[in-house]
């Protein structure tokens, strides 16, 4: 599954990938909220959201060292 989710997201631009970042907090802060009111059913909603994220930033970190030419040990 998280495979098929990063070619996804790789096939997207960076400006995509910046918004979807944005909405993924988003949603990750109102997912918060529902836990801490006691809404949230899906439980594990949090963990992916988080993940998600996670690969995204990831992509975002890679492209900008790809582009400035920094290697990582």
């Known amino acids: ?5 990063i070619r996804e ?6 400006a995509e990938l910046t918004t979807k970042i944005r ?4 949603q990750l ?4 909220m ?8 899906d ?3 949090l963990w992916r959201l988080r993940k998600d994220l996670a690969r995204m ?3 975002v970190s890679q ?3 790809a582009k400035t030419g920094v290697a990582r040990t």
């Open 1 to 5: 599954m998280a495979t098929k989710r």
């Open 9 to 14: 997201l790789r096939n997207l631009s960076k």
């Open 23 to 26: 909405e993924s907090e988003d």
């Open 29 to 32: 802060f109102q997912t918060r």
């Open 34 to 41: 529902k836990k801490v009111t006691g809404q949230l059913e």
């Open 43 to 45: 439980t594990a909603a």
């Open 57 to 59: 930033k990831m992509l």
């Open 63 to 65: 492209e900008g060292n």
